[in-house]
């Protein structure tokens, strides 16, 4: 089954900063590579994807990368601001293809104003 | 828009009770699953159907069990609460096998005392 390591844990910046979270994985048959948003008392939810046939998809401030050698995807968000503030989770396909995912721990990322 | 409901927002039982939860999704999705959050832990998975009468066990299984009778209801049942299964649950739905997103419900935070 996946293994997926997400980090760092917490992460703090300023308003403006850049912030990136890390994850890897284990299965190099897996294919499908999302990101959730949980803001405080909120339900997660999906605020971008990439495939494995593509290495990085943009959505206005936010983005992610795949490298599918390294087996790592990353999301990055450009200009953060204080709504950016929640936890974000990663998750992989528990079992190469399948539709059933693995998610990481989250990374609490915190933006001061 | 895809809506996930659960039946509580909070819930406090006793030790030895027996707990349900209640999940169901209005878009005709195939796979619903059963989570637990803890700080620290992400989201792992308990159960999961992907049709009605189907279950599978995730990955911290014990303790829990589920039902589907009705596509659109899946219910997870503890049937003896123990102090450790204090926690936020949440419930998602997938449209198929091959639409991997997943759709969170609000959550249920359960207080077991």
């Known amino acids: 089954g996946e293994n997926v390591e997400q980090h760092p844990s917490t992460l703090s910046v300023q308003e403006g900063d850049s912030a990136v979270i890390k994850c890897t994985y284990s299965d190099s048959a897996s294919n499908y590579f999302p990101w959730y948003k949980q803001e405080l008392g909120k339900r997660p939810q999906l605020i971008i994807d990439?495939?494995?046939?593509?290495g990085e998809k943009k959505d206005q401030r936010i983005a992610v990368t795949l490298n599918k050698t390294a087996k790592h995807f990353s999301l990055h968000i450009t200009e953060t601001q204080p709504e950016d503030s929640a936890v974000y989770f990663c998750?992989?396909?528990?079992?190469?293809?399948?539709?059933?995912?693995?998610f990481g721990r989250g990374t609490s990322l915190i933006v001061h104003p | 828009d895809v809506k996930v409901t659960q039946s509580s927002r909070y819930l406090v039982k006793r030790t030895g009770e027996k707990v349900f939860l209640e999940c169901v999704q209005d878009?005709?999705?195939?796979?619903m699953f059963w989570y637990r959050q803890d700080p620290g832990l992400g989201l792992r998975l308990i159960y999961f159907s992907y049709d009605v009468k189907m279950k599978e066990k995730g990955d911290i299984p014990e303790g829990y069990s589920v039902s589907r009778e009705k596509k659109e209801r899946f219910s997870l049942i503890l049937e003896s609460a123990s102090t450790n299964q204090t926690s936020m649950y949440l419930c998602?739905?997938?449209?198929?096998?091959?639409?991997?997103?997943?759709?969170f419900g609000p959550g249920t935070r359960l207080l077991v005392l």
């Open positions: 998750a992989a396909p528990k079992n190469g293809g399948s539709y059933i995912p693995t």
């Open positions: 990439i495939r494995s046939n593509v």
């Open positions: 878009m005709d999705h195939e796979n």
């Open positions: 998602a739905s997938s449209l198929s096998t091959v639409q991997e997103t997943q759709y």
